[in-house]
């Protein structure tokens, strides 16, 4: 899979995760952001969302072990579950982090 079509992908999925959340955004009384405000919320979010998914991913790559020794079955599925999943959520709640600051700091919407 070549790095446009791992970054498409990201991007996908992190756009589908902040269209869900701002659907729940929409209908809660004390959230009021405007048309506007909802655009950019969601464009912005899930770029932010996905660059950090796809660092998460690119990390993975890298240091993905060649070899994983564990205990008991438990503890190898932990550990596939982890190398599978677990650098791209580390991303993407960064990129998350990031997103919530830029909306703060630097667009003025408070979530």
Known sequence: MSVQQRLLKSLLICF??????HLLILFNPNVRLGF?????SLLVGSGF???????????RRFVHPDLIMARDSI????KRVFWLVGPQAIGWFVGYLA???????????AM
């Open 99 to 109: 997103y919530t600051g830029f909306m703060r700091n630097v667009m003025g919407l």
């Open 75 to 78: 503890d190898m599925l932990r």
């Open 16 to 21: 589908g995760i902040f269209l869900f959340i």
């Open 36 to 40: 506007f405000g909802h655009l950019v």
């Open 49 to 59: 969302t996905a660059v950090g998914m796809f660092a998460g991913d690119s990390f």
